[in-house]
């Protein structure tokens, strides 16, 4: 066995491991803090953000009678120099906002 043979097989394998690595993370779940990443940039558009938090684990959840797997969270912002607090839940699946509950 020759050292070219060995490298050329390295090469190979490592390019097809980087290339379904890729293809996983394009199909699979986004991560928690992705999530949090879009929530937030749904929210920031009325207001600058302080402070944001979600939990990783994720939960079962029921809405309109369909069953989801969600991410819950929190966010504050600052908006017309008052202080809103919201809790989110957000789809674990795609991401999306589910529910914006306002706290007092």
């Known amino acids: 066995m020759n050292w070219k043979s060995l ?3 390295a090469a190979a394998g490592f390019a ?3 290339a379904v690595k890729q293809i996983l993370n394009e199909s699979g779940q ?8 879009n929530v937030k940039n749904f929210v920031k558009k009325d207001g600058k953000i302080y402070g944001a ?3 990783m ?3 079962a959840y029921e809405k309109f009678n369909l069953d989801y797997t969600v991410y819950k969270g929190g966010i504050t912002r600052h ?13 674990a699946e ?5 529910d914006l ?3 007092s």
Not at 30 to 37: A, C, G, M, R, Y
């Open 101 to 103: 509950i306002p706290k």
């Open 16 to 18: 097809a491991g980087f």
């Open 7 to 9: 490298f050329a097989g």
């Open 30 to 37: 986004p991560s928690p803090e992705k999530v949090l990443s």
């Open 79 to 91: 908006i017309d120099g008052s202080q809103e607090q919201f809790e989110f839940v957000a789809d």
């Open 53 to 55: 938090w979600i939990l």
């Open 57 to 59: 684990k994720p939960e």
């Open 94 to 98: 795609t991401g999306t906002v589910l």
